[in-house]
């Protein structure tokens, strides 16, 4: 999986649940790959952010 596909699953995951094939295959990415799991982080960090603000 490349990078791109894989900043596309993480973004995907946020919105609805992901296969279990492509689960598969992005955390095997994400053990791999540095920059990916920073933007995985990333995107669950601004997820929460939106939730709270929507809360408050
Ligand atoms: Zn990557």
Request: proline share 2%; charged share 30%; glycine share 8%.
């Amino acid at each position: 999986m490349s990078c791109k596909q894989a900043s596309r699953l993480i973004s995907d995951g946020m919105d609805r649940p992901l296969g279990r094939g492509e689960q598969v295959r992005l955390s095997f990415h994400l053990l791999l790959c540095r920059n990916c799991r920073h933007f995985r982080q990333q995107m669950q960090q601004l997820r929460s952010g939106i939730r709270r603000a929507r809360n408050e």
